[in-house]
């Protein structure tokens, strides 16, 4: 049951234990920060938060399906053509190969302009033999392995700004000047995925793909440069909450408060706590939010967590993104799912098979593709025996030719890691890994649709 609130405000979560906060030594140049930034203009617009919301909301009722992915840790280095470019155009890529697959529009999310933030489970972490304070993003402190370079300084948070406002104004130009070419498999980085001995199985899904756009491209009603034009929106986690504040605007036309500093945010599985600041942050904003939710989270504390951010029942409002490890999906998931189904709470319910199948390896983190394959697998299968809909997945990733996650077709080992291991957090999948992530979801959303067929078909013949 909702329990009446007191006022919310940008400001109320102040007075909540906020965890995974950076110690500031020095308030003042804090606050004045925080104040610059409360000046700045918004990175994005209420129209498109708004977008958003139902888009997620139709995904969650079977109409879309949510591709969310991008870096662990987005780094100001990142904040570069290059980088950008790669990261928007296997995004893309994944997103035509799901298309195709599930005969739906794809909703695009990127962890990008923004993800600077992270939370740490433990406060120190040891870096070629020394004790450090743990890495907690570029908006807190440099990457250096040093007690003073990782000295939270505020003026990062500024720094944070501009890089986020850069990066989303070249994905904006990106997309406004029309990306065909990068949906055109042509043009696509498949020289890896094409030596290896699965590449038969995909080759089918390209050729069917270049056939769909040769089609629309040879007619009339469709140009190329409608092919270009896709929806893409940004997010990250909304941890550091001083900075979340500043960027929350009152709407003169609905009365309602927005983060205008990304479409969507989502709530850490380590700050979820319900009478914690982040949860009394998020209540009050109206964008979309992610709640990630591990093998620990059981069925009150959910619905508790609904009560408090979404006590209307606002579809769209709430993607709850589930992060079990595979093999655990079974047990953890279905408790969350029915609990759901008996409150009738809408929420849209999205994988992310990356932060429960984190191992250590030779001294850095890694993931394998199998595991990874596994948990989105299961996860489609739980909800689909319960009755309940996956709408989408969440994959850290990127376009680069990283070294971090083993397996896949590319076959990388624990040996491959050293090669070009260059997160400073967590493993992503590569460019060819993910877009073969892409290929086998596609299995799954096929098979999906193929069942649903054969329901309603059964249905029409009963009749
Ligand atoms: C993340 O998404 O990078 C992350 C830290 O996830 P989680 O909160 O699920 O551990
Ligand atoms: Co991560």
């Known amino acids: 049951m909702n329990k009446r609130m007191p006022q919310w405000t940008p400001l109320s979560w102040r007075k909540r234990p906020a965890a995974q906060q950076p110690v500031y030594d020095d308030l ?21 938060i708004e977008a958003l919301k139902h888009h997620l909301a ?9 591709l969310h992915g991008g870096n662990c840790a987005e780094r100001f280095i990142d904040c570069e053509p290059g980088c950008i470019a790669n990261q928007l155009k296997v995004l893309l890529q994944m997103s035509v190969i799901l298309t195709h697959g599930a005969r739906q529009p794809v909703i695009r999310i990127g962890r990008i ?11 120190v972490e040891v870096v070629n033999g020394v004790e450090v304070p743990s890495y907690r993003g570029d908006n807190v402190h440099d990457i250096a392995a040093s007690a003073a370079a990782r000295r939270p300084d505020p003026q990062r948070l500024l720094q ?9 104004n070249y994905v904006r130009a990106m997309i406004d000047g029309g990306f065909a070419d990068l949906h055109h498999p042509y043009n696509w ?15 089918e899904t390209v050729e069917h793909i270049l056939d769909a756009i040769h089609f629309m491209e040879s007619f009339g009603g469709v140009q190329p440069s409608t092919l270009g034009r896709v929806d893409f929106y940004v997010s990250h986690e909304g941890l550091l909450l001083g900075y979340e504040e500043a960027l929350t605007r009152r709407d003169e036309t609905n009365g309602r408060y927005y983060n205008l500093g990304a479409h969507m945010l989502w709530i850490g599985n380590r700050t979820r706590a319900v009478d914690g600041a982040h949860v009394e942050y998020f209540r009050g904003i109206a964008n979309p939010i992610g709640v990630k939710l591990d093998a620990q989270c059981g069925p009150e504390e959910l619905l508790e967590l609904l009560d408090r951010l979404n006590p209307a ?18 047990q953890a998931l279905p408790p969350l799912v029915r609990a759901v189904q008996k409150q009738r709470r809408v929420v849209t319910w999205c994988c992310d098979p990356m932060h429960g199948n984190t191992r250590a390896a030779r001294g850095c983190k890694t993931r394998a593709f199998k595991d990874v394959l596994a948990e989105v ?7 689909a025996r319960l009755g309940s809909h996956l709408a989408g997945v969440q994959f850290e990733l990127t376009g680069d030719d990283v070294t971090e996650c083993t397996g896949g077709a590319v076959r990388l080992t624990r040996k491959d890691l050293a090669r070009n291991y260059q997160s400073y957090c967590d493993p992503r999948l590569n460019c060819a890994q993910s877009l073969e992530m892409a290929f086998l979801i596609t299995k ?12 309603s078909g059964a249905g029409r013949c009963r009749r």
Not at 58 to 66: E, N, P
Not at 377 to 383: A, G, K, L, T
Not at 444 to 455: C, G, I, P, S, V
């Open 160 to 168: 944070g700004y501009y890089r986020a406002a850069m990066t989303l």
């Open 113 to 123: 302009a923004g993800q600077y933030a992270k939370p740490r489970s433990s406060p």
């Open 58 to 66: 139709d995904a969650g009722r079977g109409q879309g399906v949510i």
């Open 444 to 455: 799954l959303l096929k098979a999906r649709m193929a069942r649903a067929q054969d329901t």
């Open 28 to 48: 003042r140049a804090l606050t004045a920060v925080l104040d610059e930034l409360r000046r700045f203009p918004p990175l994005v617009f209420r129209g498109e």
């Open 377 to 383: 697998r299961e996860s489609f299968h739980v909800h």
């Open 313 to 330: 029942n606002e579809p769209g409002r709430i993607t709850l993104i589930t992060r079990m490890g595979h093999g655990g999906v079974e």
């Open 189 to 203: 980085n498949l020289h890896s995925i094409e030596r290896t001995r699965e590449w038969p199985e995909y080759r």
